[in-house]
């Protein structure tokens, strides 16, 4: 966290033609959550004490977005694209007030550091821009300097050859006072190539009044942009890879990293195990210790320590599974919480439920929990047995200790310590059998 208050603003605006999407670019997925997300969790790190998102195209979508992927968050309308300056210009106004460090960020930019965003934040430069030496400049901006200051930026459009010849480029992304933003934001012009606010000139023009502007460099790899969706696999690819190498060097056994998926906020903790082919969704929390088999999918869950996953089991958004819990193969659960030591073994559906510990639920038992209209909640005791192929139709409990028979549809509360057969009487016919099959053939030979 940098002396100074920071305020971030983070430009989404943008419609992302070249994605051939109808969604707003910055919504598209890395990590299984939107661009915008990653910038965001950036800038975060500095602790932010106002943030405002600039929304152009897919105003609506984007608006929605924010409010869920940060409800602090302000957003400030571009309906005309007109350049990365008037868009900051979009953004002041919710500034009002505000003295400290703004710190402009790009939605569709999403591996930028929190110690290259520390020191962007933290120079004592007027202006500060984040700046990068690329193997191959093509048509980034340049940044212009004259020893340790800055002195211009050039967009490619506008550069000669020689500028062109620079390798330390733009990443766009930049800091200053938010006095000074404002003053220089509104002296900018759009008599350029592109017919463009640029926020870029805000140097130059900084410059001219005798302030100063500097460069903080980092990893090309941190500035890299998404515009095409070949460019999201290659991020997708590059955040893939860094992710399972932290999670190796943090203490986590998988035996094969290449076929595991995390997202944006999946933690696992030290000695966990992550079998091949598992997938991990948004909001996933492995605890030390606890065991993922092939070919699971985790999304919005907890996994405490001991536990045990799979394979082929799959955790919705609100699965809770408690110290050494036992979820087994083709099981699914969802909005639900398994006290500590159940053992759910496979071929299962439980949601919106609550089972208490040491509880055994067998084969085939599934949860009615919806009626077509709305959800209900099933509740089991402490060290019950649910016999395979139970139905339970809820709302209803099963008490602690009780147990269902095998075949059961279970419509009213068992009490404690009860057995509950909700079953049709079994009626054995001898010979019939033989006789109906025979019938039949008898039957189709005629046909």
């Known amino acids: 966290m940098t002396e100074r208050a920071v305020a971030l603003v983070v430009l989404a605006a943008g419609q992302g033609s070249r994605m051939q999407s109808d969604l707003p670019k910055v919504l598209h997925r890395l990590g299984g959550t939107a661009l915008l997300a990653h910038a965001l969790a950036a800038g975060r790190s500095l602790d932010p004490a106002q943030i405002v998102v600039v929304a152009g195209h897919g105003a609506k979508a984007v608006t929605s977005a924010v409010a869920r992927l940060d409800p602090d968050a302000r957003v400030a309308l571009q309906p005309e694209q007109l350049g ?10 919710l500034l009002d007030g505000f003295d400290g460090r703004v710190v402009v960020l790009y939605g569709d930019t999403p591996f930028i550091g929190a110690d290259t965003l520390a020191a962007l934040a933290a120079h004592p430069a007027d202006v500060v821009v984040l700046g990068f030496r690329a193997a191959d400049p093509g048509r980034y901006g340049r940044l212009v300097v004259q020893g340790d200051a800055l002195d211009r930026i050039v967009e490619y459009k506008d550069a000669d050859e020689a500028t062109r010849a620079i390798t330390l480029c733009n990443s766009g992304v930049m800091a200053a006072d938010a006095g000074l933003l404002r003053d220089l934001v509104a002296q900018l012009s759009n008599d350029n190539a592109a017919g463009e606010y640029y926020l ?53 056994t998988m035996a094969d990293p290449a076929t595991v998926w995390f997202a944006l906020d999946t933690h696992v903790g030290r000695d966990a195990i992550i079998g091949q082919n598992v997938v991990f969704g948004p909001g996933v929390t492995v605890e030390s210790g606890a065991e993922i088999l092939p070919f699971c999918h985790l999304e919005g869950c907890h996994v405490s ?46 949601g919106d439920a609550e089972v208490g510990e040491r509880t055994n639920i067998g084969a085939g038992t599934v949860t009615c929990n919806y009626d077509g209209v709305g959800k209900h909640r099933t509740v089991i005791g402490a060290d019950a047995f649910i016999g395979s192929d139970t139905m339970l139709v809820a709302p209803v409990s099963v008490g602690a200790r009780a147990m269902t028979g095998s075949g059961s549809v279970i419509t009213r509360d068992v009490p404690d310590g009860a057995l509950a057969l909700g079953r049709a009487r079994q009626v054995t016919k001898p010979g019939l059998a033989e006789r109906i099959m025979q019938a039949l053939r008898a039957a189709r030979g005629k046909a």
């Not at 990365?84 to 106004?93: D, I, N, R």
């Open 305 to 350: 320590a001991g536990a045990t996953v799979g394979p082929f089991a799959r955790l919705r958004p609100g699965a809770e599974l408690g110290g050494d819990a036992h979820v087994g193969n083709f099981v699914e659960i969802k909005n639900a919480v398994l006290a500590e030591g159940v053992k759910v073994g496979h071929l299962t559906y439980l």
């Open 84 to 93: 990365t300056g008037h868009a900051v210009a979009q953004a002041l106004p």
């Open 200 to 252: 870029t000139d805000v140097v130059a023009l900084a410059r001219a009044q005798g302030r100063s502007a500097a460069v903080v460099t980092c990893d090309e790899a941190e500035t890299l942009g998404i515009n095409t969706r070949a460019e999201l696999a290659a991020a997708e690819a590059a955040f893939q890879s860094r992710k399972r190498l932290d999670a190796l060097e943090n203490g986590v």
